[in-house]
């Protein structure tokens, strides 16, 4: 009986077990880099958006500057 059981699973060879290990790995490591590109696009749009803050501030800055220089030259 114990026999029959024991034929009766698949065999475990060297070979088919290195490439089951290979595919585990680079499971992981293609995991691993997926995180990292998702953290990487999340640092990007906190980036772009801080570009935006800037650019939208100096506009404003401008325009205060011009507003005020024309009100200096009519007062």
Known sequence: ???????GEPF??????????????AALQFAQLAGQMHRL????????KRLWL?????VAVMLTQAVQSILTVRP
Do not use: D, N, W
């Open 1 to 7: 009986m114990q026999a029959e059981r024991r034929y």
């Open 12 to 25: 475990a060879c060297g070979p088919g077990l290195k490439l089951e290990a290979h595919e585990k790995m």
């Open 41 to 48: 696009e999340a640092m990007m749009e906190r980036l772009e």
């Open 54 to 58: 800037t650019v939208y501030g100096v």
